[in-house]
């Protein structure tokens, strides 16, 4: 089992839509998790961050985690051609441990 | 603003040459990474540094070096480069808090060897 593990995709919704973005991981032990975007060509973007429980909330971005699951998502409302990209999730264990990504899923927002 | 840099942005080598790839960062982290990603692939962790004078081998087997002599500096030699190489090349800093915040990332390095 990989340790973080996301549907590779592609993703398609049309534009105005909510896109949904899983992810689970297989250590217990983690304890902070991160949403990042990387369009193509380019080095990967920070755009999510979470520790605990619940929902947290940025502008059209959500990230949802749920530990007991070893679950955490991203919804964005509002889907823009420009948030056409791939969003990786990145799983750490604290603060002296190395991130862990996954693959990655691509999302395509069709005008 | 993302204040990590990374030279060359595109390289293109012949079989056998040395390289570096250079690393800088003017956020003060400690914590510094290489990673490589092939197109379309994950992002695979090569090497890593938790301070000068430190450096560590990642999860993937690579034939290139790291050194940590400066802080703000983490360079990536390649001291025979092969066609197996040809990779993007992505450096990242880690603020020095008691948490951990994400990384930050550079803009990368392509290199094409042939």
């Known amino acids: 089992q990989k340790e973080v593990e996301q549907n590779s995709g592609p993703l398609s919704v049309p534009e105005g839509a909510i896109a949904s973005l899983n992810c689970t991981y297989s250590?217990?032990?983690?304890?902070?998790f991160f949403w990042y975007r990387q369009y193509s060509g380019k080095s990967p973007e920070l755009i999510m961050s979470i520790y605990s429980n619940g929902d947290k909330e940025d502008g059209r971005f959500t990230a949802q985690l749920n530990k007991a699951s070893q679950y955490v998502s991203l919804l964005i409302r509002d889907s823009q051609p420009s948030d056409s990209a791939t969003y990786l999730c990145a799983v750490s264990k604290g603060s002296n441990y190395k991130l862990t990504f996954g693959k990655g899923t691509l999302l395509t927002v069709n005008p | 603003e993302a204040d990590i840099y990374q030279t060359p942005r595109y390289l293109v080598i012949g079989t056998g040459k040395k390289i570096t790839l250079e690393c800088s960062q003017t956020?003060?982290?400690?914590?510094m990474y290489w990673y490589q990603q092939d197109p379309g692939m994950e992002l695979h962790l090569i090497h890593y540094s938790y301070g000068v004078n430190s450096t560590e081998k990642g999860d993937l087997s690579s034939e290139s070096t790291v050194s940590r002599i400066r802080t703000e500096h983490f360079p990536l030699t390649l001291e025979s480069a092969r066609p197996s190489h040809t990779s993007q090349y992505l450096c990242?800093?880690?603020?020095?808090?008691?948490?951990?915040?994400?990384?930050?990332f550079g803009s990368g390095t392509r290199l094409t060897v042939v």
């Open positions: 956020m003060g982290h400690d914590k």
């Open positions: 250590d217990r032990g983690s304890q902070s």
């Open positions: 990242a800093s880690s603020d020095p808090g008691p948490g951990n915040y994400g990384y930050t």
